[in-house]
């Protein structure tokens, strides 16, 4: 199975619906259908209504983050995992470097992977290193940190993914060559395999994705799909990327 994750990020009231309407219309007439999922992750208050409209539909809603505290606490505007299932999210993002940066720590991503998967959300878990860690040649072993001091054995591996997103790649059109990549996403199944004592699951690339550099990804066995922001807001964008990915 490939996934094609699309992080809104602040984008979107309730008309951008049109957008996700005609990425579905492609997405249920796809003769490759079958091979991949599609889940995009918009703000929080449009996951209610997205989920609702798109419940019979193919297109999967998931949040772009959650609290670090299972149900109901007393931390203002925080939203728990619990409440992101209760309105029909699916999945939700974890670690973004946009929240690492915004102060989300080991520990904090840690509660926030195990409260989304006791709510029966699937975990989009984002790791990713820094242009000065990929000077210094740090790539590995920070994604080897950000892996080991987070995910734990006994995290039902069949409901994470991991998304692999350089943070010097996101919204910049720079990417890694494609030998960077393929030996960084070989290291990251090597550690999750080391973590679970089983088969990796899914690792996802992001980071400038579009529908040109796709076919320079696709080339790459090791990537199951990809987490794709400025793409995604486009409909013809993101369609394109599929298409490309398939052709
Ligand atoms: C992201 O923010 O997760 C991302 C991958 O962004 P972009 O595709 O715009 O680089």
Redesign the pocket.
Known sequence: MRYFIG?W?MFGVPKSVNILNKINSYYSRDKNRNKYRVVITPPYTLIESYSRYFKNKRILIGSQNCYQKEQFSSNTAAISPYMLKSVGAKYTLVG?S?NRGEGDTDLMLKDKVRYALNNNLKVVF?IGENKIEKKNKKTLSVLTRQLTKVLEKKFNRNNIIVAY?PIW????GKIPTAHELKKTTIHIKKVLKRIFKKTSPAVLY????DGSNIEMFKEIKEIDGF?????SKTSKKFIDIIKNYYR
């Open positions: 992080n990020k973004h946009d984002c997103e790649s996101i919204g910049t992001g980071g400038s994705v987490l794709i922001g400025g793409a």
